[in-house]
């Protein structure tokens, strides 16, 4: 199994560009989710999953959407993207909601120049 | 609002013991979480607590007191491997997971 997989790793966007965010789970979970993580913060949920299909906010939802028309693939994306969202990504799946661990994905750090 | 406090940054001895503390201010309770996270890397769960007690795995021991909104984290026979940020993080009456900001635990020889 490769757990959480995201890809890419690394990425430089300009204000104003869009991007796909990619994550992918081998683990057949239910549940995935979106945090973002900035220095010196707690994770922040941005968008969850709890199956194929449908999705809900999070705390932090404002600039992105997701899609999740497979129980594998959970994409994030930014549209028009700004400063302020310059931060590392993190996708995480449980197979449920309550005393589940979440796995997390490798991460990726985004900067918006 | 809701609510998680713990240490920015703490110090301690290879081989020595360290407790990490939380507080929490939460809607509702549904279970507290420790993950450990090295640099540029990604959160790993540790522990979990429902109820109230001390959870003991190994070298890493975790305790809740829910009527005091309170945890620790317990790392014995520190390694220098324990190097890392210990997140703390409670799940909410929406089974949501809110997060503490981390304390970074830097281990000397």
């Known amino acids: 199994n490769a757990g959480v997989t995201q890809t890419p790793k690394f990425r430089i966007l300009k204000i104003g560009q869009s991007m796909t965010l990619q994550c992918t789970q081998d683990?057949?979970?239910?549940?995935m989710y979106w945090y973002r993580q900035d220095p010196g913060m707690g994770l922040k949920l941005i968008y969850y999953?709890?199956?194929?299909?449908?999705?809900d906010k999070g705390e932090v939802p404002n600039g992105y959407n997701v899609s999740r028309s497979t129980t594998e693939d959970f994409p994030l994306r930014l549209e028009l993207a700004a400063p302020s969202q310059t931060s590392v990504y993190f996708c995480?799946?449980?197979?449920?909601?309550?005393?589940?661990?979440?796995?997390f994905g490798p991460g990726t750090r985004l900067t918006v120049l | 609002g809701q609510n998680i406090d713990q240490p920015t940054e703490m110090t301690a001895t290879e081989g020595a013991i360290v407790q990490i503390n939380c507080t929490y201010q939460?809607?509702?309770?549904?279970?507290l979480f420790w993950y450990q996270q090295h640099a540029g890397e990604a959160p790993t769960f540790l522990s979990y607590?429902?109820l109230d007690g001390l959870e003991e795995k190994g070298r890493f021991s975790s305790f809740l007191s829910r009527s005091k909104g309170y945890s620790y984290l317990l790392l014995k026979e520190l390694q220098m491997k324990d190097s890392a940020s210990y997140l703390c993080?409670?799940?909410?009456?929406?089974?949501?997971?809110?997060w503490g900001a981390g304390t970074k635990l830097i281990i000397k020889p």
């Open positions: 993080a409670v799940m909410d009456s929406n089974y949501q997971l809110i």
């Open positions: 939460t809607s509702g309770f549904n279970g």
């Open positions: 683990m057949n979970h239910n549940y």
């Open positions: 999953s709890v199956g194929a299909g449908i999705t």
């Open positions: 607590n429902v």
């Open positions: 995480a799946s449980s197979p449920g909601q309550d005393y589940n661990e979440q796995f």
